[in-house]
């Protein structure tokens, strides 16, 4: 089987997607994040100055639902719960029990433009983010008049043992290419690979998105795919294609080792 490293955390849905196709996932969280400003979260919730709230990301969701009360912000079950992706609004109706719209959206761009088309102008929404967020969505949005009011409620760090887990990476597993899933993953991740001798940077790389590759461009480094949608089965078939293409194409996979 290919190895093929993930960085992001150990995940169920991806196991069974890379698996199932002749493929070991290797996971690699590049990242660690502390939630913060979670009373001033709650003081948002409670009131009812919003016509609806943006969770564009799985620690957002998190972070609301450790000062969730289904009782207590009974409010949100009249307003408009936004998010990308599919997985995320499945996250949201387990954690929150409530329904979300953009679960088709794919990005930030694309969430923008649903938002804008559904709500009139002056609408109000909470944004819980990190301290690292994209201006790509409150910019979009704003620019059609809508007023969005970010909150940062989580802090993204590097792992700690991020490094160590390259350097077992480039020593001990014959990996055949890389997944990235956020653009400061990249960062971190290639401010790490910079300090050592390494075969890693040579192999192929794919994004999640289109902001995570245009983070690796910025890098310096060529994008082998990028997944149609945030899914496991859409990451598969970018990366499924590109070595079908590679191997049609009369060339191999290089042992880097």
């Known amino acids: 089987m290919k ?15 890379f698996s199932g196709s002749n493929y070991e996932p290797i996971f690699v969280e590049p990242l660690q ?19 609806g709230i943006i ?13 969730w009360s289904p009782s207590k912000y009974v409010v949100w079950n009249s307003k408009r719960v ?20 953009g679960g088709t959206t794919g990005n930030a761009e694309n969430l923008a433009k649903l938002i804008a088309s559904e ?13 690292l967020r994209s201006e790509i969505l409150p910019n979009e949005l704003e620019a059609a008049k809508m007023i969005v009011e ?14 160590q ?11 055949c290419c890389m997944v990235f899933f956020s653009p400061s993953g990249c960062e971190y991740i290639y401010r790490q690979l910079q300090t050592f001798s390494n075969n890693l940077s040579l192999l192929p790389h794919f994004a999640i998105g289109n902001s995570t590759a245009h983070k690796i461009e910025n890098l310096g480094v060529e994008i082998a795919g990028v997944a149609a949608k945030p899914k496991p089965e859409c990451v598969l078939e970018s990366v499924v294609e590109y070595f079908r293409t590679f191997e049609a194409c009369g060339y191999q996979h290089l042992d880097l080792r």
């Open 165 to 175: 887990r390259l350097i077992d990476l480039n020593e001990n597993i014959n990996t």
């Open 119 to 131: 709500n009139p102008e002056s609408t109000r929404f909470l944004f819980p983010c990190g301290n």
């Open 55 to 67: 969770l564009s990301s799985p620690r957002a969701i998190e972070a609301v639902s450790k000062c």
């Open 82 to 101: 936004y998010t990308v992706g599919e997985v995320s609004c499945q996250k949201i109706k387990h954690m929150l029990g409530l329904d979300a719209l």
């Open 150 to 163: 970010p909150l940062a409620v989580y802090e993204t760090k590097e792992n700690e043992h991020l490094r």
């Open 33 to 51: 994040f502390v939630f913060i400003n979670l009373q001033g979260l709650s003081e948002k919730l409670i009131k009812n100055d919003y016509d």
């Open 3 to 17: 190895k093929v490293v993930l960085f992001k955390s150990t995940s169920e849905d991806y196991k069974k997607a």
